[in-house]
């Protein structure tokens, strides 16, 4: 038997046995299953894996956007990544190839095809968080809740000595802004961002402690930085209600606007994406992401002309925008209809 161990990631538990199975009768048998990507987000920050096979299309994460963060994260960037679905359309086969998609598998399963396409892959070396670090963690947010802040200091000063983990030093950060130490909590939390440059909380907590020193600048830099993160993992509430406290502090940024059409594109409200993203050219006419972005608007409602015209302008800002020439290209071959 082979001991690569694998995720697989599917919210339809029909499919997530019939993969489990398959990998079993090739010849595998270290093999973990999750029903979301959130789930196998929050498994991967505790344990390695030597490969995932994830479902494209799931609801709260998709397995795109967990591609996408996993090859972000400078500790996970290489794991073999598959995506499974029944209907790749040719913008999501360009989008996962542009986002380092290792292979796709196209649903119902084919053993063979799933054999060849594994042959590659090599073991890795795996690691768990121990049970008495686990308890300790446990141990000091307790104390957090019953605001007995400097035992939980204690706490996470111990298991920071055992081994640095971003969500040690957010605790940290949050217990210093409870204490009104602001500058101490924003050494916490920059340092929780450097373990893990996808931690949305910390990036959130420490905007907002920047907002009470009267930094405005800075409290929009790390609000944006998580509500990005969080329209990333499709967490759409949460992105929508930084964005719109961003906007309170500075009504005329432009990020704000261009984001609020991605968060209402992903959300299926077009015409308000739409709005938005007109808001965003207005104040930057010469930005091709924003031209990028409502092509690809323009593509959903099926008006290719329009979106044609927005891919255009942004290639001709930007001779190299990689994205936006496939598209243009796919669109003008046909492919796209």
Not at 120 to 134: F, G, N
């Amino acid at each position: 038997m082979n001991d690569l161990s694998f995720l697989i990631v599917n919210d339809n538990s029909i499919a997530l046995r019939e993969l489990s199975e398959i990998l079993q009768y090739i010849g595998y048998s270290n093999i973990h299953k999750s029903k979301s990507a959130n789930e196998a987000w929050a498994m991967l920050r505790v344990k390695s894996f030597g490969c995932i096979i994830s479902s494209l299309e799931m609801p709260d994460m998709s397995g795109m956007a967990l591609l996408k963060i996993i090859r972000s994260d400078d500790g996970l960037f290489d794991i073999p990544f598959f995506l499974t679905s029944s209907n790749f359309t040719k913008l999501k086969i360009i989008e996962a190839g542009q986002a380092g998609v290792t292979g796709l598998i196209v649903m119902p399963f084919d053993i063979d095809n799933i054999q060849k396409k594994l042959l590659m892959l090599s073991d890795v070396k795996e690691d768990v968080i121990s049970s008495e670090m686990a308890s300790r963690l446990d141990d000091g947010l307790k104390l957090i809740e019953s605001e007995d802040y400097e035992k939980a200091l204690d706490v996470f000063d111990t298991l920071i000595q055992q081994g640095e983990t971003a969500e040690y030093y957010y605790n940290i950060g949050y217990i210093k802004t409870t204490q009104e130490k602001y500058g101490e909590a924003i050494t916490a939390f920059r340092k929780a961002t450097q373990l893990d440059r996808f931690f949305a909380k910390a990036y959130e907590a420490m905007g907002r402690v920047y907002g009470k020193l009267g930094r405005s600048k800075e409290a929009e830099k790390y609000l944006q930085k998580a509500a990005d993160i969080y329209m990333d993992n499709e967490k759409m509430q949460y992105a929508e209600e930084i964005l719109n406290e961003i906007l309170e502090i500075s009504p005329d940024t432009v990020n704000v606007y261009n984001s609020l059409g991605v968060l209402h594109r992903k959300k299926g409200d077009l015409d308000t994406a739409l709005k938005n993203y007109k808001k965003a050219i207005k104040v930057h006419p010469d930005e091709p992401y924003i031209h990028y972005n409502i092509g690809r608007l323009y593509l959903e409602k099926k008006e290719l002309a329009d979106a044609k015209d927005h891919f255009k302008k942004a290639v001709n800002i930007n001779p190299e925008f990689t994205e936006a020439k496939d598209v243009l290209k796919a669109i003008e071959l046909g492919t796209i209809k």
